[in-house]
């Protein structure tokens, strides 16, 4: 080949990387993700150089301003109109600033703030060797039992890791409902799984309990990212493009340019359900819906509770979100295909957790059923594909996150010799026992099975009527009598921690300090407010129930 055929490749490869366009980033409107993820960095930063006896309160203090700071971008944001006049896709396609990204990410950074101060609890448990300890092992690395591992508890070790790392999660979880194209979901996804796998492991107690739960949670959902990935790349051979908007106009067939290959693959509708079907499985993994909610008993048992409480809440509002712009944005014109499936799915998921709850010894065991059964009542919202099924979604998971971090901060305080006491036989007379503690406790239980006046009565209320208005009445017929059965295993909680006697050699309430004071408060604040007055934040959703497109 002569020496000019040669130049002439290059100039003809080179030609078109002249005109890669340098890219075009909103970063005032990507703030609210910017600030979290620069504290992480920040966090890691404090890990490597500070010593260890100023790492807790500098990784406390950088954690909660960025949170805050974060909160405040939201509610700048919203106030300037991105949630509705001015909503629009930022980052050259990538994210989403409109309504939903925005009501959702206000929702994942005032739970975050609220679960950090069960993080930061550190009078829970006796002092070991006149050191303060919190929930979290000692030395994560060390194995348990060991040398290594009493040695690291003897000297006073805190892992305060676990700062940066709830710092990354909730980064992963604004992108996550925010992402307008599948590769950054994917990035998304990961983002805020991994950390989460790493913190389930950490339990201070119970080790070998706490990383039999963090491997189960990383194989089962490494499985389920692969299955999104999967999906992801059926979905890219379908419509040539990653792009939300792109691939919901080739499925409508509004498509405007149709290239050759494009028109190959546009017929294969194979692509398209399978795709789509994977990518759907991999977040009703996240949401945990039957059937693929095997993980979640198991992991919310063996991770620390103010983990548990963590993930129980912001993971759910951040999976159902990217759950709703998928099914919303990208694949409104399968909606005939995927809603008999998402019928089915919200079924099984209602009946299924709220029947096996029945038979739970295990308070952890038994909330982790019940959020079973909520992601269940959550997707007769997503079914009725309307505005107000779109707010009403919002609403739930607003409303829904708060009473789980609270619920769980209670079990924080329930302790035996061994750690918490999460055996329902232990509960038995907790009323009598510390009336203030069983109370709190008996109102997050309310709330969780509907009772009104409490948020979770104004939350099923909206879902159900937004899916019975959407024609899916039988659905919300289902739904009743699940909840029906869902009261009867909380009132029995209620019914043991009060009328039943306390046995001598039963648990202690540990008097906590302010920080796990103040999540469980706000926890009953926002239970009563959205329980007795509502609407205030039924309009909000309302509001921020349109996406941008």
Known sequence: MSATAVHNLWTTAADPISKIDAPKIEYAQLSPILIVVGAAIIGVLVEAFLPRKSRYYAQMFVSVVALAAAFAAVVALAVEGYGTTKARIAAMGAIAVDGPALFLQGTILLAALVALFTFAERRLDPEAHGNRVDSFAAQAAAVPGSE???????????????????????????????????????????????????????????????????????????FASAFTLFGIALLYGYAGSMSYGTIAQVVDGTVTEVTPALASTMGNDALLLVGSGLIVMGLLFKVGAVPFHMWTPDVYQGAPTPVTGFMAAATKVAAFGALLRILYVVLPGLRWDWRPVMWGVAIITMLGGAIVAITQTDIKRLLAYSSIAHAGFILAGVIATSP??????????????????????????????????????????????????????????????????????????????????????????????????????????????????????????????????????????????????PQYFLDLAGQAGVFAR
């Open 148 to 222: 290594s591992e009493q040695a690291a508890v003897k000297a006073g070790f805190t892992t305060t890791e676990v700062f940066p790392l709830l710092l990354f999660a909730v980064a992963g979880m604004l992108l996550f409902p925010a992402a307008n194209d599948l590769l950054t979901l994917f990035v998304a996804l990961e983002v805020f799984s991994l950390p989460l796998y790493l913190l389930c492991a950490l339990a201070r107690r119970k080790r070998l309990m706490s990383q039999e739960a963090a491997v189960k949670y990383f194989l089962l959902g490494a």
């Open 388 to 533: 107000d099924g779109v707010s009403s979604v919002l609403f739930y998971l607003a409303a829904y996150s708060f009473v789980t971090i609270g619920a769980f901060a209670v079990v924080t305080l329930v302790r035996d010799a061994g750690g918490e006491a999460t055996h329902l036989s232990k509960w038995a007379g907790l009323g009598r026992r510390s009336p203030l503690v069983a109370a709190v406790f008996a109102v997050f239980l309310l709330a969780f099975a509907g009772i009104p006046l409490t948020s979770g009565f104004a939350g099923k209320f909206a879902v159900f009527k937004a899916a019975a208005e959407g024609g899916a009445a039988p659905l919300v017929v289902v739904g009743v009598i699940s909840s029906a059965i869902a009261a009867f295993f909380y009132i029995r909680v209620i019914v043991l921690m009060f009328f039943s006697d306390p046995r001598p050699e039963g648990p202690t309430v540990a008097v906590p300090s302010p920080l796990t004071m103040t999540a469980i408060g706000v926890g009953v604040a926002v239970t009563l407010v959205l329980g007795v007055a």
